[in-house]
Protein backbone atom coordinates (compact mmCIF):
# COMPACT_ATOMS: atom_id res chain seq x y z
CA UNK A 1 0.00 0.00 0.00
CA UNK A 2 1.35 3.20 -0.82
CA UNK A 3 1.44 6.23 0.67
CA UNK A 4 -0.15 9.53 -0.58
CA UNK A 5 2.29 12.04 -0.79
CA UNK A 6 0.37 14.77 1.50
CA UNK A 7 0.02 11.43 4.31
CA UNK A 8 3.57 11.10 4.59
CA UNK A 9 4.56 11.58 8.15
CA UNK A 10 7.29 14.56 8.29
CA UNK A 11 11.02 14.26 9.19
CA UNK A 12 11.33 14.06 12.82
CA UNK A 13 13.62 17.08 14.00
CA UNK A 14 15.98 17.76 17.22
CA UNK A 15 13.20 20.71 18.24
CA UNK A 16 10.75 18.32 19.99
CA UNK A 17 13.34 16.14 22.18
CA UNK A 18 14.88 19.69 22.94
CA UNK A 19 11.24 20.87 23.62
CA UNK A 20 10.10 18.00 26.32
CA UNK A 21 13.76 18.81 28.28
CA UNK A 22 12.87 22.44 28.19
CA UNK A 23 9.24 21.70 29.38
CA UNK A 24 10.41 19.63 31.98
CA UNK A 25 12.79 21.92 33.38
CA UNK A 26 10.01 24.64 33.28
CA UNK A 27 7.21 22.77 35.26
CA UNK A 28 10.07 21.35 37.51
CA UNK A 29 11.33 24.96 38.18
CA UNK A 30 7.80 26.18 38.31
CA UNK A 31 6.51 23.21 41.00
CA UNK A 32 9.46 24.40 43.11
CA UNK A 33 9.13 28.47 42.85
CA UNK A 34 4.98 27.79 43.84
CA UNK A 35 6.16 24.92 46.36
CA UNK A 36 8.99 27.54 48.36
CA UNK A 37 6.00 30.56 48.14
CA UNK A 38 3.05 28.35 49.57
CA UNK A 39 5.13 28.74 52.72
CA UNK A 40 4.19 32.50 52.57
CA UNK A 41 0.39 31.18 51.97
CA UNK A 42 0.10 29.35 54.79
CA UNK A 43 -1.07 32.49 57.35
CA UNK A 44 -3.95 33.83 54.74
CA UNK A 45 -7.31 33.13 55.07
CA UNK A 46 -8.74 29.81 53.49
CA UNK A 47 -10.43 31.71 50.69
CA UNK A 48 -7.56 33.56 49.53
CA UNK A 49 -5.23 30.34 49.71
CA UNK A 50 -7.41 28.53 47.62
CA UNK A 51 -7.43 31.57 45.21
CA UNK A 52 -3.75 31.48 45.23
CA UNK A 53 -3.86 27.49 44.22
CA UNK A 54 -5.98 27.84 41.80
CA UNK A 55 -4.23 31.01 39.78
CA UNK A 56 -0.66 28.92 40.31
CA UNK A 57 -2.62 25.71 39.46
CA UNK A 58 -3.48 28.10 35.40
CA UNK A 59 -0.85 30.11 35.01
CA UNK A 60 1.77 27.83 34.46
CA UNK A 61 0.29 26.94 30.78
CA UNK A 62 0.43 30.33 29.46
CA UNK A 63 4.55 31.02 29.16
CA UNK A 64 4.11 27.35 27.23
CA UNK A 65 2.42 28.40 23.94
CA UNK A 66 5.47 29.81 22.23
CA UNK A 67 7.53 26.75 23.13
CA UNK A 68 5.04 24.30 21.65
CA UNK A 69 4.70 26.75 18.78
CA UNK A 70 7.98 26.42 18.36
CA UNK A 71 8.55 23.08 18.46
CA UNK A 72 6.11 22.29 15.87
CA UNK A 73 7.01 25.10 13.39
CA UNK A 74 10.49 26.67 14.01
CA UNK A 75 9.27 29.73 15.09
CA UNK A 76 8.52 31.88 18.12
CA UNK A 77 5.74 33.82 17.18
CA UNK A 78 2.69 33.12 14.80
CA UNK A 79 3.06 34.96 10.91
Known amino acids: M ?3 PHRIPPE ?3 RKPVGMLGLIAYI ?3 ALTVSVLA ?3 IGLPRWLETIAY ?3 GIA ?3 PLKPLFLWMNTGHWRQK
Open 39 to 41: DYL
Open 54 to 56: LVA
Open 28 to 30: AIY
Open 12 to 14: PTW
Open 2 to 4: DLA
Open 60 to 62: WVA
